[in-house]
């Protein structure tokens, strides 16, 4: 079983940057890929963004590739999110999840942390 929790979210002004990060406890992190997912109010939640449980495999959606970076450290079970040119569209709260695979779908993943809120101003 793995627990997740998320940090490093907050207040930003559009076309700044902000690194979230989701800290892993239980065993064999480094087995299960992780995923970036959101949720704005009102809508439903959507992919960001996943790496293989190596890190040499990611993923992105399309409307945030070329602006954000997903990158882990297995040996500080660690998953990062570097968001930058934030617009105020990436409003939302942000959850880290570990599944079975880097794939976009909510389906693969079976731990999900508390999520964070990120708000970008405009």
């Known amino acids: 079983q793995v627990q997740l929790v998320e940090s490093g979210g907050g207040l930003v002004q559009a076309g700044g940057s902000l690194r979230l990060s989701c800290a892993a406890s239980g065993r064999a992190f480094s087995g299960y890929a992780m995923g970036w997912f959101r949720q704005a109010p009102g809508k439903e939640r959507e992919f960001v963004a996943a790496i293989s449980w190596s890190g040499g495999h990611t993923y992105y959606s399309d409307s945030v590739d070329g602006r954000f970076t997903i990158s882990r450290d297995n040996s500080k079970k660690t998953v990062d999110l570097q968001m930058n040119s934030l617009k105020p569209d990436d409003t939302a709260v942000y959850y880290c999840?570990?599944?079975?695979?880097?794939?976009?779908?909510?389906?693969?993943?079976?731990?999900w942390g508390q999520g964070t809120q990120v708000t970008v101003s405009s």
């Open positions: 999840a570990a599944g079975t695979g880097p794939y976009s779908s909510a389906d693969y993943y079976g731990y």
